[in-house]
């Protein structure tokens, strides 16, 4: 089976010089003929490449801005880290008003459905108790769950089945635009703004259910700049209910286990101090802890590779955002809520293993090749020199 | 294409290092593409035996031997011994010191969770000598 990939290479710029075969977190790069190649079922589209190659070979697909113009109305949904990319001269109210004047009809911040989701979490959490598995780990980061699929595919019954907030946002959307204006939901364009390329491969390739609500991604540093640039002909006018403070920390660290409202909460960021958790989960750890937010970038979604400011900056900024927002309104919040089935929030289907960690089917097979490993390996001198073009 | 052997040594007294053996047991496993119900058995048995040498012996080891049908390890180790074998396999039953307890050890699960998670186990100890456990599980139920 081939999966689908918003990373991908640019073969004229990359120099075959082993950076990114190193990071990787799944071992999913090989160089072969002085170029880098991705190996598609291993790679989880987490975006450690684009962070590490210095030559800007690696790079993720977004849609291009004039893409939302196919769509008769147009509808854009930044992710809760969006609005931490504008230092204080940019009045965020203003900021959201320019996806207006670029030509989106609607606008509703994904904070508003994380704020929900943190809800259905909670209640998910305290309903089932004992007998769910310790830890559960959150579903929000796509690039988490297929690292769980495939390097530690015997925990993929601890990932939560809950749908992330961008879905519930979008669905919820698209419905309301849909009965509102009598257009059809197949010309309704509901695009995500997103930090990382984790996300882009997610509307293409669900997890857990058949197809995304989402129509599109845009990189947030393609709307950031949009909005920069056009920002003195920007109009204020901008009638939304804005997302609360818990909802928008969602987009830094932490936001999530704030948010939910359960004891021994746990959360780790970094996809290789997620790896080196997800390993002791595996031996029996961390059974003290009933939930944990697991992010795949340094600092949560505020450190995607597709942002613009510094991750550490960017988290401040998003703090002082959340602060200035305040509490969720009551009365819009529980209005949203009556209209979305409790069902809804969560995943249809069971999330699968894609296990890459065997080394054949057969396991005299796997034996015979083991024994190669080892003995090649003892031979070795055990450096590190990448020049084989494969992950040590 | 008979069996694989392994063998991994654990140094008494050494809890930062503790629990490495395990783990490379744990990744043996799943190169072979062993089931992840038979892998988490294994790792929870092999924790737990590597622990209790870090916790009360001079130095140990664990020998694993895997073959297409079980894989059984034994962990040895120069140590106290355990004088009264029934009372040490009781639950909640310990005689780690107050420092191991500190720790987060010794809370007297130990044995009782090697034998829950096998198919087998025995217990051959020596006081004043030292203590081996073997225990085997199957790859196929």
Same mark, same amino acid.
Request: glycine share 8%.
């Given at each position: 089976?081939?999966?689908?990939?918003?990373?991908?290479?640019?073969?004229?710029?990359?120099?075959?010089?082993?950076?990114?075969?190193?990071?990787?977190?799944?071992?999913?790069?090989?160089?072969?003929?002085?170029?880098?190649?991705?190996?598609?079922?291993?790679?989880?589209?987490?975006?450690?490449?684009?962070?590490?190659?210095?030559?800007?070979?690696?790079?993720?697909?977004?849609?291009?801005?004039?893409?939302?113009?196919?769509?008769?109305?147009?509808?854009?949904?930044?992710?809760?880290?969006?609005?931490?990319?504008?230092?204080?001269?940019?009045?965020?109210?203003?900021?959201?008003?320019?996806?207006?004047?670029?030509?989106?009809?609607?606008?509703?911040?994904?904070?508003?459905?994380?704020?929900?989701?943190?809800?259905?979490?909670?209640?998910?959490?305290?309903?089932?108790?004992?007998?769910?598995?310790?830890?559960?780990?959150?579903?929000?980061?796509?690039?988490?769950?297929?690292?769980?699929?495939?390097?530690?595919?015997?925990?993929?019954?601890?990932?939560?089945?809950?749908?992330?907030?961008?879905?519930?946002?979008?669905?919820?959307?698209?419905?309301?635009?849909?009965?509102?204006?009598?257009?059809?939901?197949?010309?309704?364009?509901?695009?995500?703004?997103?930090?990382?390329?984790?996300?882009?491969?997610?509307?293409?390739?669900?997890?857990?259910?058949?197809?995304?609500?989402?129509?599109?991604?845009?990189?947030?540093?393609?709307?950031?700049?949009?909005?920069?640039?056009?920002?003195?002909?920007?109009?204020?006018?901008?009638?939304?209910?804005?997302?609360?403070?818990?909802?928008?920390?969602?987009?830094?660290?932490?936001?999530?286990?704030?948010?939910?409202?359960?004891?021994?909460?746990?959360?780790?960021?970094?996809?290789?101090?997620?790896?080196?958790?997800?390993?002791?989960?595996?031996?029996?750890?961390?059974?003290?802890?009933?939930?944990?937010?697991?992010?795949?970038?340094?600092?949560?979604?505020?450190?995607?590779?597709?942002?613009?400011?510094?991750?550490?900056?960017?988290?401040?900024?998003?703090?002082?955002?959340?602060?200035?927002?305040?509490?969720?309104?009551?009365?819009?919040?529980?209005?949203?809520?009556?209209?979305?089935?409790?069902?809804?929030?969560?995943?249809?289907?069971?999330?699968?293993?894609?296990?890459?960690?065997?080394?054949?089917?057969?396991?005299?097979?796997?034996?015979?090749?083991?024994?190669?490993?080892?003995?090649?390996?003892?031979?070795?001198?055990?450096?590190?020199?990448?020049?084989?073009?494969?992950?040590? | 294409?008979?069996?694989?052997?392994?063998?991994?040594?654990?140094?008494?007294?050494?809890?930062?290092?503790?629990?490495?053996?395990?783990?490379?047991? *744990?990744?043996?496993?799943?190169?072979?593409?062993? $089931?992840?119900?038979? +892998? !988490?058995?294994?790792?929870?048995?092999s924790y737990e035996a590597e622990m209790n040498i870090t916790a009360y012996a001079d130095e140990g080891k664990l020998l694993v031997d895997i073959d297409p049908l079980e894989i059984n390890i034994t962990?040895?180790?120069?140590?106290?011994?355990?004088?009264?074998?029934? *009372?040490?396999?009781?639950?909640?039953?310990?005689? $780690?010191?107050?420092? +191991? !307890?500190?720790?987060?050890?010794?809370?007297?699960?130990?044995?009782?969770?090697?034998?829950?998670?096998?198919?087998?186990?025995?217990?051959?100890?020596?006081?004043?000598?030292?203590?081996?456990?073997?225990?085997?599980?199957?790859?196929?139920?």
């Open positions: 089976m081939s999966y689908f990939h918003s990373v991908k290479l640019i073969e004229e710029k990359c120099k075959g010089c082993t950076h990114c075969i190193r990071t990787c977190p799944t071992e999913a790069i090989r160089i072969r003929n002085g170029k880098a190649t991705i190996i598609g079922d291993r790679c989880i589209d987490c975006g450690e490449c684009i962070r590490t190659c210095p030559n800007s070979a690696k790079i993720a697909v977004t849609e291009q801005l004039n893409e939302i113009q196919k769509y008769k109305y147009k509808i854009a949904i930044p992710a809760p880290s969006f609005v931490s990319q504008f230092s204080r001269r940019y009045r965020i109210e203003k900021v959201l008003s320019g996806f207006l004047f670029m030509g989106f009809d609607e606008i509703m911040e994904v904070g508003l459905g994380a704020d929900l989701v943190s809800v259905a979490i909670t209640e998910y959490l305290n309903s089932l108790g004992a007998l769910l598995p310790r830890p559960v780990i959150s579903s929000a980061c796509p690039a988490v769950v297929r690292l769980i699929q495939v390097r530690y595919p015997g925990l993929v019954g601890n990932i939560m089945p809950m749908q992330s907030p961008m879905e519930i946002t979008a669905r919820y959307v698209r419905r309301k635009a849909a009965e509102k204006t009598g257009i059809d939901p197949s010309e309704i364009g509901v695009f995500f703004i997103t930090p990382c390329p984790a996300k882009a491969t997610v509307i293409k390739q669900p997890i857990g259910t058949d197809h995304s609500n989402v129509t599109g991604v845009i990189a947030t540093r393609d709307m950031v700049n949009f909005v920069k640039l056009n920002f003195e002909r920007v109009v204020e006018n901008l009638d939304i209910q804005r997302a609360s403070s818990i909802g928008i920390g969602w987009g830094r660290r932490e936001g999530e286990i704030e948010a939910v409202d359960i004891p021994n909460r746990l959360s780790v960021d970094g996809i290789h101090h997620v790896s080196k958790m997800l390993e002791k989960i595996e031996e029996g750890g961390f059974r003290n802890i009933r939930f944990l937010e697991a992010q795949a970038c340094v600092g949560g979604c505020v450190g995607g590779v597709l942002m613009v400011e510094n991750p550490f900056m960017a988290k401040l900024k998003l703090d002082l955002v959340s602060k200035e927002i305040g509490d969720r309104n009551i009365e819009f919040f529980k209005k949203v809520q009556s209209e979305i089935p409790k069902e809804d929030y969560y995943l249809r289907d069971k999330i699968l293993p894609r296990p890459i960690t065997s080394l054949s089917p057969d396991m005299h097979e796997a034996m015979r090749k083991l024994e190669e490993i080892e003995s090649l390996t003892s031979e070795l001198p055990g450096i590190d020199c990448g020049s084989c073009g494969c992950p040590t | 294409m008979g069996t694989m052997h392994w063998e991994f040594s654990v140094t008494g007294g050494n809890f930062s290092g503790a629990g490495e053996a395990a783990s490379k047991i *744990k990744n043996i496993l799943k190169k072979l593409g062993i $089931a992840y119900e038979v +892998i !988490r058995r294994v790792s929870i048995a962990a040895s180790d120069r140590g106290p011994g355990i004088p009264d074998i029934d *009372k040490a396999m009781q639950e909640g039953f310990s005689t $780690a010191t107050p420092a +191991i !307890r500190e720790m987060g050890f010794g809370a007297g699960m130990g044995l009782p969770n090697i034998q829950r998670a096998t198919d087998w186990m025995v217990i051959n100890s020596t006081v004043g000598k030292g203590t081996e456990i073997k225990f085997k599980i199957y790859l196929k139920t």
